[in-house]
């Protein structure tokens, strides 16, 4: 995390069993956006005021909220990150996640995992997720 400007933590997944990595990894967040310079955080959640509930102690900082939909993950973001000139649009973003997200069951499927969470698939959907985001415009090649 501190060799990253920025780090993105959605505390909507909360489920059964209750697991606590995104709040405790916001936690190292904030507390390193106070002592090293540069580093900020944007915090994400699905339901209004839901964070006052279980996570009061953040009370003044405003989590982006998006629903529990992708556009709204990626507005959220987008919104955090973007820069006066040049952020991209919410639609080349949803176009980037439709086409990375039907690369996911080739991936898992030729490697004979259930999930994407191994080194190798996860290295092969950053790889093509920077040829897509190459392909729309948003980096240069």
């Given at each position: 995390m501190r060799a990253c400007s920025v780090s993105i933590h959605d505390l909507s997944r909360v489920g059964l069993p209750v697991r606590f990595n995104m709040p405790f990894e916001l936690g190292i967040a904030f507390a390193l956006s106070r002592v090293q310079k540069g580093h900020s955080f944007v915090m994400?959640?699905?339901?209004?005021?839901?964070?006052i509930k279980t996570l009061s102690d953040v009370n003044g900082i405003d989590p982006g909220i998006h629903g529990a939909t992708?556009?709204?993950?990626?507005?959220?973001?987008?919104?955090?990150?973007?820069?006066?000139?040049?952020?991209?649009?919410?639609?080349?973003?949803?176009?980037?996640?439709?086409?990375?997200?039907?690369?996911?069951?080739?991936?898992?499927?030729?490697?004979?995992?259930?999930?994407?969470?191994?080194?190798?698939?996860?290295?092969?959907?950053?790889?093509?997720?920077?040829?897509?985001?190459?392909?729309?415009?948003?980096?240069?090649?």
């Open positions: 994400l959640e699905a339901k209004r005021h839901r964070l992708v556009r709204g993950l990626n507005s959220c973001v987008l919104s955090s990150l973007g820069k006066p000139q040049g952020t991209p649009s919410p639609a080349a973003v949803s176009r980037i996640y439709r086409d990375l997200s039907k690369t996911v069951p080739v991936f898992k499927s030729h490697h004979g995992r259930s999930t994407i969470y191994s080194r190798d698939i996860f290295n092969k959907l950053v790889e093509v997720a920077i040829r897509l985001t190459e392909k729309e415009g948003l980096v240069a090649q």
